[in-house]
Each structure stands twice: as structure tokens, then as C-alpha cells.
């Protein structure tokens, strides 16, 4: 059992902190909403007022907050977690947040000899409620290893992907693919529909074919090919539009800083900037179909 620290129990970080306190650990939780708080200790774990509270006696502390703006907050500065910590206490972000906010914490916290390794997630809320989130892990190797047992707990399958900020970068990578995959998945649907072919003999077709990816064979956009996608149940979330505009923000400020060209994901990313600012932002990324199909994009 090792007495673990929480903070941030919205939507991911509840259920993930639930879990951790199923494998037997015992969880302190903090969030600045008072009601996660109580649910977590309706689900057995403690209550913190603020971060000193889950410092106090935490070996581990992991994190699942909404930005890098909120991760700045909790771990730096005199008050924050990384000044509160005990010594050793391995830090664990599970936030997606930009790679420079994220190199920049774990260097402050290297300063104070604290492990600490950022560890985004996939798999959304259906993967944090069932333990089986994919982790992209950045960080030293012997961190890694003190935090696999704890990620396990929460997840299936865990990947250090190399140094500091690596996690994130990962994450980010892999969601512009996902966010230009739909985009292109989407449009071979509409353009389908006006060469008169078919839905499902076109995912016949490219699910065998070299344009099969995961876009198409588990999230398909439009009704019926796959029954559990959610166009199915009117777009309903899944991943959220908004969410997939923030990683693809993220990507587009990663490519900037490295000078890295990425035409087609600055061009995903204005496309759900369109379709978010249209007020479809709660919507599961893959409605995007129904813009292209009405030409308001
Ligand atoms: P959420 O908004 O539901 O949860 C964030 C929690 O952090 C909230 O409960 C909020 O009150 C709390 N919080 C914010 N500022 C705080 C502070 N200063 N101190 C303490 N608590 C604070 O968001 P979520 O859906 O749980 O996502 C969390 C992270 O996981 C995000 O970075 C998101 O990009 C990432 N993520 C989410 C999903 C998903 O499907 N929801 C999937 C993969 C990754």
C-alpha cells in the first residue's frame, strides 16, 4: 500500500484515482471542485484542502489537470507541489499539456532531486473508468520504473517513450494523425455520397484496402458500418471536437517551436477551429463529417 496524492478529479482523474484506490493504495485527492473531492471519498479515499494537504504524506502525486496553464499553477511557485513535496516523492503528470511546460516543470523538480515523469493518456473516459488507458511516458528510466506498478493500476498498456516531455510529445503526435485521418476518412464518405456508392460498400472496400486505419474501422463517421461508433448515437462523445482542437493546438505550438513542417495537421487544426467555433464543441470529433457534407467548411 503506498499513500498516494491526487489532484485534479474531473471526467479522467476520478475514475483513475478510483481505480488506484481499488488496487489497495491509499489516495488523498484534491480539486478545486468540492464535489469530485467527495466523490472520491465516498469511493474510499481522503480529502485535501489544497496541495500542501496532498503532499503532506504522499510518496506519489499524480496529476490530471485541463492545461499547462493549470499544471504551472499546481506545481510551481512556493506553494506549489514540487516546494511541498518530501523528499523523493516521484510526480506523475497525466495532464496533456505542451511539451515546453512540461520539460520546464520536470526541470524545476530535477533542481529539487523529485523524480518526476509526464504520462498522457488515450483511451478517454471509457479507458480511465475501465483501467485499460494506453500511457506515453517522458522521463528518466529509473522514474519509470518506481511509476509502472502505479500506472498499471490505472491502464493496460504503458510506454516510456524517452526524456522529459517525451510523453507529451508522443500524445500529441499521435492525436494530429488522428484528427487529419478523420478529416480525410470523413471526406471519402461525402464524396462517396455524391458518386453514389454506398456507406458500407465503401468501408467493404477500404477497410481491406490501403486506406484503412482506425478512423475508419473503429470510429467510423457515418451510421452503420461500425454499430459502437458514435455516429450512432448522433455524435455523442467519444472524444470530444474541443478536445481534439486542443491537441491539435498543442501539435501546431510543438511544430512551430521545432520548426517542423505540418501542413495537413495547421489545416486540421482550422478546420475543428471552424467546426468548434460553430458551436459543436461537445460533439464527438468524428460529427466534422456533417460539416464537410453540408460545404460548410
Ligand atoms: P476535466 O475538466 O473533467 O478535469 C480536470 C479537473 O481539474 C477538474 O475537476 C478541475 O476542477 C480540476 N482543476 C482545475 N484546476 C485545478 C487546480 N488549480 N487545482 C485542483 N484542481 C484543478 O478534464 P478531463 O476530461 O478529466 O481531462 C483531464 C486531462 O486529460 C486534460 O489534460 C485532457 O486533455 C486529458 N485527456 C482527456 C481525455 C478525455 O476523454 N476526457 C482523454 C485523454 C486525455
Not at 188 to 212: N, P, R, W, Y
Amino acid at each position: 500500500m503506498t499513500h498516494i496524492g491526487f489532484i485534479g478529479l474531473g471526467n479522467m482523474g476520478l475514475p483513475m484515482a478510483q481505480n488506484l484506490i481499488k488496487e489497495g493504495h491509499d489516495v488523498t485527492g484534491f480539486d478545486v471542485v468540492t464535489a469530485s473531492v467527495e466523490k472520491l471519498t465516498a469511493a474510499g479515499g481522503k480529502a485535501a484542502a489544497d496541495v500542501s494537504g496532498v503532499a503532506r504524506n504522499a510518496t506519489v502525486v499524480v496529476t490530471m489537470l485541463p492545461s499547462g496553464k493549470e499544471a504551472r499553477a499546481i506545481y510551481l511557485g512556493g506553494e506549489g507541489l514540487i516546494a511541498k513535496a518530501r523528499a523523493g516523492t516521484l510526480l506523475i503528470d497525466c495532464s496533456t499539456i505542451d511539451v515546453a511546460t512540461a520539460r520546464e516543470i520536470a526541470s524545476v523538480a530535477a533542481d529539487r532531486g523529485l523524480p518526476m515523469l509526464d504520462a498522457p493518456v488515450s483511451g478517454g473516459v471509457g479507458g480511465a473508468q475501465g483501467a485499460t488507458l494506453t500511457f506515453m511516458v517522458g522521463g528518466a528510466e529509473d522514474a519509470f520504473a518506481m511509476a509502472k506498478p502505479y500506472l498499471e493500476a490505472m491502464g493496460k498498456t504503458v510506454v516510456h517513450a524517452g526524456g522529459a516531455g517525451n510523453g507529451q510529445a508522443a500524445k500529441i503526435c499521435n492525436n494530429m494523425v488522428l484528427g487529419v485521418s478523420m478529416i480525410a476518412i470523413a471526406e471519402a464518405f461525402v464524396l462517396a455520397e455524391k458518386l453514389g456508392l454506398d456507406h458500407q460498400k465503401l468501408f467493404d472496400v477500404t477497410s481491406k484496402s490501403s486506406g484503412q486505419c482506425w478512423s475508419l474501422t473503429t470510429y467510423c463517421p457515418v451510421p452503420g458500418p461500425v454499430p459502437t461508433s458514435p455516429a450512432n448515437r448522433d455524435y455523442q462523445a467519444g472524444f470530444t471536437a474541443a478536445m481534439m482542437l486542443k491537441d491539435l493546438k498543442l501539435a501546431q505550438d510543438a511544430a512551430l517551436h521545432a520548426t517542423a513542417s505540418t501542413p495537413l495537421g495547421a489545416e486540421a487544426a482550422m478546420l475543428f477551429n471552424r467546426f468548434v467555433g460553430d458551436g459543436f464543441g461537445a460533439k464527438d470529433f468524428s460529427g466534422i463529417v456533417n460539416f464537410l457534407r453540408a460545404n460548410r467548411l
